[in-house]
């Protein structure tokens, strides 16, 4: 099984709509949770971090479910330009080493 | 703030040589350095954990006598890919963390990447 688990899509949305990533993560002992960005043939950046309480950033809602170790990103409204690949990431335990998912790839469609 | 280099961005190279790429952190000090691999349609895979001034930690299945790494300041960090084959072509990422600013959510920033083809 792997550490994080991501629906590698892809998932084609028109413009306007909302979509929502889930992830799974098997580390109960993870203790930071992100959502990075990567646009093809580029490094990942990052989206957001994951809070406890759940949180949002603009468009972009992101939730945290630790006793069921599941993440998850909302977008809402999407726009052409969030076409891209969608990666969770959680950190391995006190190592400070990140776990990649496979990454969610979005494409907004006109 | 906090921008990671990487150098060379591209590079193509004969079977059996040697590349070496570096890393670095512009504008802070990065004791750890990550150096990840990427192949098409996967998702970025850990190869070694860098600390400065000590050897680098490997994962698993991660030869280190190929995949040489050297951190010699707190600002760079070197991964040279000794007799590179076409299996190793790859894309190279680089991160680094950015411990200054006491960060508790152990963000990495990183680097623009190098791709290398080896033909």
């Known amino acids: 099984r792997k550490e994080v688990e991501q629906d590698p899509g892809p998932f084609n949305v028109p413009e306007g709509a909302t979509v929502a990533f889930n992830c799974t993560y098997s580390?109960?002992?993870?203790?930071?949770f992100f959502w990075y960005r990567q646009d093809c043939r580029k490094e990942p950046k990052l989206l957001m971090s994951v809070y406890s309480s759940g949180n949002e950033d603009g468009r972009f809602t992101a939730q945290l479910n630790r006793a069921s170790q599941y993440i998850s990103l909302l977008i809402r409204d999407s726009k052409l330009s969030d076409s891209a690949t969608y990666l969770c990431v959680v950190n391995s335990g006190n190592t400070g080493k990140l776990i990649f998912g496979q990454g969610t790839t979005l494409q907004v469609k006109p | 703030g906090a921008v990671v280099s990487q150098h060379p961005s591209r590079v193509i190279c004969k079977s059996g040589t040697s590349v070496k790429i570096e890393c670095r952190s512009l504008d802070f000090q990065a004791t750890t350095m990550f150096w990840y691999r990427q192949f098409p349609k996967q998702s970025l895979m850990l190869m070694a954990t860098s600390n400065e001034g000590s050897k680098a930690t490997y994962e698993q299945g991660v030869e280190k006598d190929k995949f040489l790494i050297n951190h010699a300041s707190l600002t760079l960090s070197t991964l040279t890919v000794t007799s590179a084959h076409p299996e190793d072509s790859s894309f190279y990422i680089c991160s680094a963390r950015d411990l200054r600013r006491g960060n508790p959510y152990n963000e990495q920033f990183f680097g623009p990447g190098t791709r290398l083809t080896v033909l």
């Open positions: 580390n109960s002992a993870s203790q930071s």
